[in-house]
């Protein structure tokens, strides 16, 4: 399963675009985008998944609990203090404490100061200290202790790991990253070429589910590519890392958003003292075998990169799976007639399609049928298994029919699952027998879209359904999830072929033909089921035929960038190119045709 990226097309999916701005809309923007990380910071505290906490009781030597003692937790690196006093149980707890070393003192009235050096606080964790004895004695006399961290967090079920920066600094990983280390948590194992997705060291897999079910994180905060899944930003420098916190199982509230393992590297912050390091990789070739092309005379081993905006190099391959001979395309336009659907109207529109979005997907369906545009898919096919091979189809008439579904229930920030459901329920309705040529496209409107859509994680999407994937839901299903992407402006397309007004709705077509192109050519979704392959095209990365080419140019016509296609109709229709693997002379690349 793949997103459409804000910019870049992406569950299998489409992506956010950045847009143009003047000077004055980027300072505001600057001013706001701070603002909102700052309280993206105060909630990431408070929620506990970068910070941690240290709890105890206070007690006198009789054993009797002390109320009201003073307890103070000052952070050995910044000097940061932090203040509590026991309750009536001689209890006290510190939450929220960013990641380190404290020292405590503990003070109350007619006893001896005592200080507790070496309280290790790491992210998502409680360190419960043992019971703390105060002594009479003269509030000026300081007894000194370390404290040991518990080899048993008796407060959490969560199963994971937390590995500091030293560790994190000694590992050999030669600059590829540090999902190295989360191998070395119980469940986590190592799926090679099956994780379709990125990796940041090592290709990581949680308790038998897929590489696609981890949740990576910088301080928090999802850094998760929506495209192919995996981190989108990769962190290689240890002088960056303050921990790696590693969840695989039995999440607190405050994790969420997929099923495998949260990986989240914790940034370091400043301290009250002058320090600094260096170091090297050696990436020199005179003591390894590299592979063809991995080979540089001045540079030794050069991994490959894309510059933002260029298409994503490297044809696509076939995986095994079904692509769709005789395609046919079921739009479901869930809940546009229910109320609250819209917070708007437009003179001389429907109440329930105020900006004609609805009208603008189904005659974009009806109309890419036999265009050169759908003719680039063709050259992809399927092995039968009695030898043969079927290639996509690009028949006229792909639309096979439209659902207002007013009377099923809706809401916002809808689940995957709730959407396939809705496409369960729309299959039966349209009394659907060949999924395997089917796409059912469930458009939502303004008001309700789905949780990730509605963060701005992704502009569309399309999965296929097995019974892990969808419990309850017709097994074997392609369907794409369509939000109402003018919700997104410039960051979905808007205006990134046509300038306004004509352009408003350029990411309507964009974002929908991305999915639909996809769908044709991979509608398994890059998803495996046992021995089971239901992958078709994509590349080795699990780039399709739509994510290679999502956003080329980021807003300038450069070749392969999004243009006007002419439909079946003699109509345009703002849509972006599609990889293919025959263009110049078999090395492929973004074409219109």
């Known amino acids: 399963m793949k997103r459409l990226a804000n910019t870049q097309v992406l569950r299998e999916g489409v992506f956010n675009r950045g847009s143009n701005l003047r000077l004055y809309e980027f300072f505001a923007a600057l001013f706001v985008g701070g603002l909102c990380l700052l309280l993206a910071a105060s909630s990431g505290f408070a929620q506990g998944i970068v910070t941690g906490s240290i709890a105890g009781t206070v007690q006198d030597q009789q054993g009797a609990v002390i109320a009201g003692a003073t307890v103070n937790a000052v952070g050995v690196a910044t000097g940061t203090k932090f203040s509590s006093k026991s309750d009536s149980q001689g209890y006290f707890e510190f939450k929220g404490l960013p990641i380190g070393s404290y020292s405590l003192t503990i003070e109350g009235p007619g006893f001896r100061k005592l200080q507790v050096s070496e309280v290790v606080v790491v992210a998502g964790k409680n360190n419960v200290l043992p019971t703390q004895t105060l002594e009479v004695g003269s509030a000026s006399e300081t007894v000194t202790v370390e404290a040991t961290t518990p080899l048993i967090d008796s407060t959490s079920s969560q199963i994971g790991g937390n590995f500091d920066s030293k560790i994190v600094g000694s590992l050999p990983n030669a600059g590829t990253g540090f999902d190295n280390l989360v191998l070395f948590v119980p469940g986590v194992a190592n799926n090679g070429s099956t994780n379709f997705s990125n990796t940041n060291g ?52 405050e994790y969420g958003r997929n099923s495998g393992t949260v990986v989240n590297y914790i940034t370091k912050s400043g301290s009250n003292a002058f320090h600094g390091s260096g170091y090297e990789y050696y990436e020199g070739d005179w003591d390894r075998s590299l592979a063809n092309g991995q080979k540089s005379v001045l540079q030794g081993f050069c991994p490959p990169g894309v510059a933002a905006g260029q298409p994503m190099p490297v044809n696509m391959a076939y995986f095994g799976g079904k692509v ?62 009695n030898g043969t091979f079927s290639n996509v189809g690009n028949p006229k008439q792909e639309l096979a029919g439209v659902w207002h579904d007013d009377t099923t229930p809706i809401h916002n920030n809808m689940s995957p699952l709730e959407l396939a459901q809705e496409a369960g329920r729309a299959a039966q309705h349209f009394g659907v027998t060949n999924l395997t040529n089917a796409n059912l496209v469930v458009a939502t409107p303004q008001m309700y879209n789905d949780a990730g859509f509605n963060q701005g994680s992704y502009c569309a999407w399309h999965d296929y359904v097995t019974p892990i994937s969808y419990p309850g839901v017709t ?75 999502a956003w080329v140019g980021n807003g300038l016509q450069i070749p392969g960038s999004p243009f006007n296609m002419v439909g079946n109709d003699g109509r345009t229709y703002p849509v972006q190119t599609l990889w293919n693997n025959q263009a110049l002379s078999g090395a492929g690349y973004c074409t219109q045709n």
């Open 324 to 385: 769709q001979v005789t395609p046919k395309i079921y739009l479901v336009l869930w809940g546009w007639g229910e109320a609250g659907a819209f917070n708007h109207t437009n003179a001389g529109l429907p109440a329930n399609d105020p900006d004609g979005v609805a009208a603008l997907m189904t005659r974009f369906i009806a109309a890419i049928g036999g265009t050169s545009w759908g003719n680039i898919s063709t050259q992809y096919y399927q092995s039968n298994y």
């Open 475 to 549: 097994t074997g299903m392609a369907f794409t999830n369509m939000p109402y992407v003018l919700n997104a402006g410039g960051g979905c397309g808007q205006e990134f072929v046509n300038p306004a007004p004509a352009g408003n709705n350029d990411g309507v077509t964009i974002v929908l033909g991305h999915e639909i192109a996809e769908t044709l050519t991979d509608p398994g979704a890059e998803e495996s089921a046992g021995q089971v392959q239901n992958g078709a095209w994509s590349d080795y990365q699990g780039w399709e035929i739509g994510d290679k080419c």
């Open 202 to 253: 090592a290709a990581i897999a949680n308790n038998g589910l897929r590489g696609r079910s981890n949740n990576f994180q910088i301080d928090g905060q999802a850094n998760n590519d929506n495209s192919v899944a995996g981190p989108l930003v990769f962190l290689s420098n240890p002088d960056i890392l303050g921990e790696l916190q590693v969840v695989s199982n039995n999440f607190s509230a």
